[in-house]
Structure formats: C-alpha cells, structure tokens
C-alpha cells in the first residue's frame, strides 16, 4: 500500500485531483442550470456529461502530467524495476481515481433518479471507462511518441473539442459514429451504443499497448522539457 | 522601467517564438481547420464575397481552436520558472516584479502572436489565388488585430497567472472545459457566456466583419445586458472587455510569484 501511496505522490496531487475537480465543475454547471430554470432532462444530461465527457478529459491530461513531468526520470532509468512498470503504477493511480469517483457519481445519480443512462451496471461502467480509455490511451500515446506536454495536451484538447463541436456530424456518420466519445449525453442508448463503446475500448487498449512498446527504450522521454 | 520592460519582452518573446511545439501545434491545428470546415466553411464562399467577409470568417475559424495551443503553450510558462529554479535568480533582478509579469505577458502574447498572423496572411494568400482581390490581405491583419489577437490576449493572461494558483494540468482540464463552455455551447442549451461580449472567440468582432450574426453573438441568454445587438460598436466594447478582464490575472500575478518564491 504504502508503494502506491508514494506513487500517488509522485504523480502529483494536480494529477490526482483533475477528476474529482472536473466532477465538482459538472455539479456547478448542474446546480446553475436548475437555477436558471433548465428542464431537468437537461440537468441530467449536463450530470450524466460529468462522467462521459469531463472524468476522461480530466484523466488524460493528469496522464500527459504523469508522463511528462518527472524529475528524477535519468534516476529511475538507472533502477533495476522497469520504467513501464513504475509509470504504469501512476496511470493507474489516476485512472483508479477518475473510475473510482465515476462509479459513486454514478450511483448517486441513481439513488436520486437523475440517471441517464443504461439500466444494467456492466453498461453503465461503460459509460465512462471506454472514453477514459480512448482519450487516456491516445494521451499517453502522444505524450510518448511527441515527448512535449504541449503537444499532447493540445491534441486532447483538440479531440474532445472538436467531437463537443460537431457531435450531431459525428453521431450521424456511419464511419464516425463508433468513435464519438459522448454517444450517451449526445444522443442516448440507441443503436450502434454497445459498437461505439467496444470500438472507443478497443482504441485504448491499441494506444496503451503501442505507447508500452514504444517505452521498451524509455530514454525516448529524457528530452521533452525542452521540446 | 521602460529598458528593463523592454528586455524582458525580448527574451520571453525570442524564448517562445523558438518553441517548436508552437508551431507544430499552430500548423497542425490550422491544417485541421482548413481540411474540416465542412461546406458551411469560408473555402466553400461564393465568388464575390467581400474580402472583410471572406477574412473574417476565416478568423473566427481559427479563432475556435488556435487560442487552445496557444493556451497550452503559455501555461507552465510561470510555473516553469519556479521549477527550473529561474525564479530565484529572477526575483535577485532589479526588475519589479510587476514589469518582469507584463514583459513576460506581452512578449509571450507577441510570440502566439506571430503565427496566428502568418497563419491568416498565408490563408489570404490562398484566398487570394482564385479570388484575386489584394484587399484580403488587409482584410487579414484587421481580422487578425480584432477576432484572433484580443482573445488570444485574454486566453495569455489566464493561462499565465492561473496555474500559478491552479497547478498547469489543473489549469489546462478547465481551460478545454471552459473554452467549449464559454464560447461554443449554445445558450439557449445551458446558461454560459457563448455570445456574449466577453467571448474570447471573438464572436462580436467576427460579426462587426462578416456583416451578420457569425456564431451567438446577441442571442438571449443568461446575463443579457452583456448580449447587444452586434455591430461596430459592440464589436469595440468586446475587445475592450476582454482587454480589461485580461489585466485583472495580471494585476495578481506579481504577489503570487512573491509569494511563490519567497515560500
């Protein structure tokens, strides 16, 4: 326990606190559209954004944090433990976290009647775990492979963006629909939902395995800072 | 004062304007825009488009998603200091705190500057090809100085300052969230600031240029008195606006890097 409390630390309290501040940004958004008079269907749609549209967004920047900015990377190199592990240990750090408060908000929502999504609790994890995993995954990705914070934050910002922006395109393109991060706040359960999240899962897994691989020779990250 | 200003902007500037990412993430962005605008898009005008209206519109286009970079860019920029251990050897400096801030700030600002303007002016140059009209470059760096540079302005003071208090990832989750919030989410959907004078997007400006209503500007909303008609006016009181909210970070920062350094 106490590796993963020393991990935690190492990924930094910004890291860990991105998901649990975005969930706070979702409620105030919430709480302001109730009391401007918003439908509720509304409200619930901005509750249910919390956990598909603003946790993933939240857990791929901490993810670009963690693998951007540790200043003792050349002493951890120098260790026997491999680096892929050490870092894999700080994703999950922050993933649990994103998921674990993802499962609560969920179940809230439940408990008050504000729940927007599937009935089934397998589908409803998928909700937010495939997102997370996609946006997390191409994060990390890009993090590796651009070595510069710059870079990989800005394409994650771009994605989520740009899928907010033109998600009735996105959702009605035959090609584009399984990739939308927000099929369940932008459109509901309807058909082609179970496709989309297998897809945005499937994608997660390809980016984290690929980023692994590219970490067999973990002295590709020594010179992002000055990238 | 004014030297010591002066030689701050013109290291910070030269410092940024060498970054790499910036330009990567600028070209990058800017191919994106210009491959999926859709047909809705300024490249799908009808010949005979004014050249204000052909510019503007490509503004307010590169004005959604470059200010994004631009706000990535910028936001370890005082943090970094402190972790490089830069601060230190800063604050034994002359320079007061409050010029080395807004040397930092308007030589950061110059240097997105540069390639939000060559973006423009090489659209224009494109534009020009098979429109013909020499005004669209004109047309280009008065869209640019009204739509890109105010919000681009704005988004530097926040993305300088804020993570001071924030942390940058911190910063850089909110800043994504709040830029759809703030700027592209309808109103009509949420109560947000999208289409009102302190939309960094330059929604007003875009319109002042276009002729009509570009994205949101003036739709009813939640704060309506910030929600006029738009026009030249309007379009003047938002850069105004946006000017004077981007001073109010500022106005902060130099106690925040005291505070940082000295702790």
């Known amino acids: ?227 | 004062m004014r030297s010591r200003f002066a030689a701050v902007c013109r290291y910070e500037f030269r410092m940024q304007v060498r970054k790499r990412s910036l330009w990567v993430s600028t070209v990058g962005l800017a191919v994106l825009i210009a491959v999926a605008q859709g047909d809705r898009g300024p490249r799908h005008l009808p010949a005979g488009t004014s050249a204000a209206e052909v510019m503007g519109s490509w503004a307010l286009l590169f004005s959604m998603l470059l200010p994004i970079g631009f706000g990535m860019v910028l936001a370890d920029r005082l943090v970094r200091d402190h972790r490089i251990g830069a601060a230190s050897l800063l604050a034994s400096l002359p320079t007061r705190p409050g010029a080395l801030v807004a040397g930092k700030y308007a030589g950061s600002v110059a240097a997105t500057a540069v390639p939000g303007l060559l973006v423009l002016l090489v659209t224009a140059a494109g534009e020009f090809a098979h429109r013909g009209d020499l005004t669209l470059f004109g047309w280009a760096v008065a869209a640019f100085a009204v739509v890109l540079l105010p919000g681009l302005a704005f988004v530097a003071a926040f993305a300088l300052v804020c993570p001071l208090v924030v942390s940058a990832p911190l910063f850089r989750v909110l800043f994504a969230g709040y830029w759809f919030w703030g700027n592209m989410l309808g109103p009509a959907y949420l109560p947000s600031l999208t289409g009102t004078l302190l939309t960094p997007i330059g929604d007003y400006p875009a319109s002042w240029l276009m002729g009509e209503k570009a994205l949101y500007a003036g739709d009813s909303g939640w704060l309506s008195f910030l929600r006029p008609e738009p026009g030249g006016g309007a379009a003047l009181l938002s850069v105004v606006l946006l000017a004077v909210l981007a001073s109010l970070p500022l106005a902060f920062a130099g106690p925040l890097i005291a505070r940082r350094t000295s702790s």
């Not at chain 1, 501040?21 to 109730?34: N, Q, Y």
């Open chain 1, 1 to 227: 326990m106490s590796l993963w409390r020393y991990e935690a630390r190492r990924a930094g309290w910004p890291a860990c606190l991105a998901a649990p501040a975005s969930l706070l940004a979702a409620l105030a958004l919430a709480a302001a559209s109730a009391g401007f008079g918003a439908s509720p269907p509304s409200v619930h749609g901005v509750l249910l954004s919390g956990v598909e549209a603003l946790v993933p967004l939240a857990a791929a920047m901490a993810a670009v944090t963690v693998v951007s900015v540790d200043r003792c990377r050349e002493l951890q190199l120098a260790l026997p433990a491999g680096y892929s592990v050490t870092l894999g240990r700080r994703l999950g750090v922050v993933a649990g976290i994103g998921a674990a408060l993802s499962v609560l908000f969920s179940a809230a929502l439940r408990l008050t009647g504000s729940w927007t999504g599937p009935e089934s609790a397998l589908a409803s994890a998928l909700v937010w775990a495939s997102p997370l995993l996609g946006l997390t995954g191409l994060a990390l990705l890009v993090a590796v492979l651009g070595r510069s914070v710059v870079l990989a934050t800005t394409t994650v910002a771009v994605v989520w963006l740009c899928q907010q922006l033109f998600a009735s395109a996105l959702a009605a393109g035959v090609w584009s629909r399984p990739f939308f991060l927000f099929m369940t706040s932008r459109v509901g359960v309807a058909d082609g939902w179970g496709t989309n999240r297998a897809v945005l899962a499937a994608c997660g897994v390809l980016f984290i395995t690929t980023a692994l691989l590219l970490l067999r020779r973990p002295e590709r990250l020594l010179t992002e800072e000055e990238v």
